[in-house]
């Protein structure tokens, strides 16, 4: 991937990948293996925050572009016996002191569909945490909701843990793309569920996708009114990312002879997005995420807004001495030096927590590849960092050249204390996370990337894959 010096098309290729678990390089490790596994938390280096995640793998339904661990034909046995070993691996990993001596800025349960449990099951989980955690400074507790199973009892149930935000995805209003995507919740199910939530949670948000294979302009305007028409005080955009949805989804859409989004065409959506959503009242706080604000109709409006952020992805997109501890089936704590992931298998959680062992697979990665979490995350995603940041000891020097590439090309603002997006950097921020990633970082990116292209199962945009430079065919590399 290069910078172009075109004054529109910025780099000569489109990336295929458009949000990623960061560092996904790195070694397994050598030291903490099988049993001892566990001991890598006794050597987490303390930090300013944490966040906790809360994996639940259960759904009503499985969605065709979801790729998370999840499963479908559960009973109530099935998810309290979880909810029982959940609860031991919170009292499990408290009794360790470098895992709750950092105060808690998050709390995100997720899925899977946390709204399956009953309401008794999540006033439990959220009492373990309580009881076991310190959240005195927790400044967000985020929930997710299928709209199906929103209703009053479970609401009143998060509130009482705390919970503050509340996310569901509606996707698309569009009917065809809805039986694509196989979402089993009616419209009237999900208008009613968002004005519930709405009504409830100081902050309520809906997630939408867009760039799907023959989506028209009618079709993203169409989702753009009616997620705007839900009132709510945040709307997250997100590009389908099509190297991870289930070949189930690329075959339905091969059936309707709908073709896929083209990397350039997905570029202009994001372009129309930002702006359709700024005349509604709407402004970028991330990436992907939009907040509504009195802000969106000052003329001197910010690029991205200081007024919220999502506290979650700070912890998870580089902000520095920010990390995660996870709970559940295949859920990933990620920190300095290392990142420690679940087990996947359900059966295999169970009898290791039940034996007071912590079924995890650990990964070791270098303090360069940590140093460079402002610049390939932070800076690209929340759209600006403090210079103090940066820590020139170990950001590789040829990061910091691409650095000032970027400022040369008028992707980035430098001041005497920070680097910020332009507008143009805003517009290309997914490219400017693997442009700044360290090299180790490019190449296991470039990796999956070939992989998913490898799979005769996907139907991937080919300018994604084939870049787009005047004509010319680049293939993806990690330069």
Not at 295 to 311: M, N
Request: glycine content about 6%.
């Amino acid at each position: 991937m290069r910078l172009t010096g075109h004054s529109v098309i910025k780099f000569d290729s489109f990336l295929p990948l458009y949000n990623w678990i960061y560092p996904i390089g790195g070694s397994a490790s050598k030291r903490f293996i099988g049993k001892d596994a566990a001991d890598v938390f006794h050597h987490i280096q303390p930090s300013l925050s944490r966040a906790l995640y809360i994996h639940i793998p259960f759904c009503d339904t499985i969605c065709s572009f979801c790729p998370f661990v999840r499963t479908a034909g559960y009973d109530s046995q099935e998810i309290g016996k979880y909810v029982q070993t959940l609860v031991r691996e919170i009292e499990l990993k408290a009794r360790i002191p470098t895992l709750t001596s950092t105060p808690i800025g998050a709390v995100f349960f997720g899925g899977g569909t946390p709204s399956v449990l009953s309401p008794h099951q999540i006033r439990t989980i959220g009492n373990a945490l309580r009881e076991n955690f310190d959240l005195g400074k927790c400044r967000e507790f985020s929930f997710e909701f299928e709209v199906k199973s929103a209703t009053e009892a479970r609401v009143a149930a998060a509130l009482d843990i705390g919970v503050t935000h509340a996310r569901f995805g509606a996707q698309t209003f569009v009917p065809s793309f809805r039986k694509h995507f196989r979402l089993s919740a009616s419209v009237e199910v999900l208008n009613r569920a968002a004005q519930l939530l709405q009504n409830a949670f100081p902050h309520s948000s809906c997630d939408i996708l867009y760039g799907m294979h023959g989506q028209t302009e009618e079709d993203l305007e169409f989702d753009i009114e009616q997620a705007s028409n839900l009132g709510l005080a945040n709307l997250d955009f997100y590009p389908l990312n099509n190297l991870v949805t289930q070949p189930v989804l690329s075959t339905s859409f091969a059936n309707s002879n709908s073709k896929p989004t083209s990397g350039l065409t997905k570029h202009y959506m994001s372009l129309y997005v930002r702006e359709a959503l700024r005349t509604r009242g709407y402004l970028p706080h991330n990436g992907h995420g939009f907040v509504r604000t009195q802000l969106a109709k000052s003329h001197d409006r910010p690029l991205i807004t200081p007024e919220y952020s999502f506290v979650y992805h700070e912890h998870t997109l580089g902000y520095p001495s920010h990390d995660v501890l996870g709970f559940g089936v295949n859920a990933i704590s990620s920190f300095s030096g290392f990142v420690v992931s679940n087990t996947e298998s359900r059966k295999i959680y169970d009898e290791a927590i039940s034996d007071g062992q912590l079924p995890i697979v650990v990964r070791e990665h270098s303090r360069e590849t940590d140093a460079c979490r402002p610049l390939a995350l932070a800076l690209p995603y929340h759209g600006e960092i403090p210079r103090s940041w940066i820590d020139t000891n170990f950001v590789p020097h040829e990061i910091m050249e691409r650095l000032v590439q970027l400022r040369d090309h008028g992707l980035v603002r430098e001041t005497s204390d920070a680097y910020a997006l332009t507008e143009d950097g805003l517009a290309w921020y997914v490219n400017m996370m693997f442009y700044l990633s360290p090299e180790m970082e490019r190449f296991a990116l470039a990796k999956i990337i070939q992989q998913a292209l490898g799979d005769k199962r996907r139907r991937i945009e080919e300018s994604g894959l084939s870049g787009f430079n005047f004509g010319k065919q680049i293939p993806i590399h990690p330069q």
